[in-house]
């Protein structure tokens, strides 16, 4: 069992910056990948951004350039820097994470872009 806690959601007004946080703590050890997806009202939720253990990251085309995501291993977090945002970026972000045959969800973050 892993547990993800997220944090650093808030409101921001369009073209401000963010920073998520997601930490894990449980069976670590079976954590591979790592990331983040979003959900706004409505809508399906989505990808955003994913890290495994080595190898290249991933976004999605609506966040490259504007979205980085970050991993610190020895403190089993994920983070997600969110620049330029802009009100479609609101939603409710979730922490993701796979391994040893299993996905784990965080209970989610909001994220309020004013325009």
């Known amino acids: 069992q892993v547990h993800l806690v997220e944090s650093g959601g808030g409101l921001v007004q369009a073209g401000g910056s963010l920073r998520l946080s997601c930490a894990a703590s449980?069976?670590?050890?079976?954590?591979?990948?790592m990331g983040w997806y979003r959900q706004a009202p409505g809508k399906e939720r989505e990808l955003v951004a994913t890290i495994p253990n080595g190898g290249s990251t991933y976004y999605a085309d609506s966040v490259k350039g504007r979205f980085t995501i970050s991993r610190d291993n020895a403190q089993h977090t994920v983070y997600l820097q969110m620049n330029s945002l802009k009100p479609e970026d609101a939603a409710v972000y979730y922490c993701?994470?796979?391994?040893?045959?299993?996905?784990?969800w965080g209970q989610g973050t909001q994220v309020t872009v004013s325009s």
């Open positions: 449980g069976d670590t050890i079976c954590i591979s990948a």
């Open positions: 993701h994470s796979e391994g040893c045959g299993y996905d784990f």
